[in-house]
T-cell receptor
Framework: TQLLEQSPQFLSIQEGENLTVYCNSS?????LQWYRQEPGEGPVLLVT?????EVKKLKRLTFQFGDARKDSSLHITAAQPGDTGLYLC????????????FGSGTQLTVLP | DAGVIQSPRHEVTEMGQEVTLRCKPI?????LFWYRQTMMRGLELLIY????????DSGMPEDRFSAKMPNASFSTLKIQPSEPRDSAVYFC??????????FGQGTRLTVV
């Protein structure tokens, strides 16, 4: 069974600071997704990465997929209070029906 | 589209009672997933359906849990009898083919 470990588990920073959170696997990912979950809501997809070494940017968020496809990182530049939430990585398995295996998440709090 | 609709949003019940959670997926989506989220175990897949057929229910905790999808626009997750350890947020999600999974707002279940 694929184990997805996310670090740090909790992160509290001031507005304007930069941060990086990580997602690591015990084996190679098929493809990886990052989600953000706000209180009282379900997770919302941010990005999907498929190719080793791939980098994707979404405004102030930069997602990187490791060359060996066993790890990924999410970097946020100049964090804002609106970035507060639970950031989840998930493996997207290929096959006739898709399913997701989620990591434990990083709870980010950005203080004004 | 209104997105994935779950009901009720909150449920408080006494131990031993039957609980039924409901989900209406996004129209046109052919895969439906039930997840459970707790602080201790994170987001866990319970069961998923493809074209209304249960494909994998290996995540269902025990026989007290059952799920049905009588048609493409409705699914239920039933717990009978409920126990305090079933307290969690239950999410339903739907997707079409290999595209993005959309989550509902969840049902927060408290069993006292």
């Amino acid at each position: 069974t694929q184990l997805l470990e996310q670090s740090p588990q909790f992160l509290s920073i001031q507005e304007g600071e930069n941060l990086t959170v990580y997602c690591n696997s015990s084996s190679v990912f098929s493809s990886l997704q990052w989600y953000r979950q706000e209180p009282g809501e379900g997770p919302v997809l941010l990005v999907t990465v498929v190719t080793g070494g791939e980098v994707k940017k979404l405004k102030r968020l930069t997602f990187q997929f490791g060359d060996a496809r066993k790890d990924s990182s999410l970097h946020i530049t100049a964090a804002q209070p609106g970035d507060t939430g639970l950031y989840l990585c998930a493996e997207l398995k290929s096959g006739s029906a898709r399913q997701l295996t989620f990591g434990s998440g990083t709870q980010l709090t950005v203080l004004p | 589209d209104a997105g994935v609709i779950q009901s009720p949003r909150h449920e408080v019940t006494e131990m031993g009672q039957e609980v039924t959670l409901r989900c209406k997926p996004i129209s046109g989506h052919n895969s439906l997933f039930w997840y459970r989220q707790t602080m201790m175990r994170g987001l866990e897949l319970l069961i998923y359906f493809n074209n209304n057929v249960p494909i994998d229910d290996s995540g269902m905790p025990e026989d007290r849990f059952s799920a049905k999808m009588p048609n493409a626009s409705f699914s239920t997750l039933k717990i009978q009898p409920s126990e305090p350890r079933d307290s969690a947020v239950y999410f339903c999600a739907s997707s079409f083919a290999d595209t993005e999974a959309f989550f509902g707002q969840g049902t927060r279940l408290t069993v006292v």
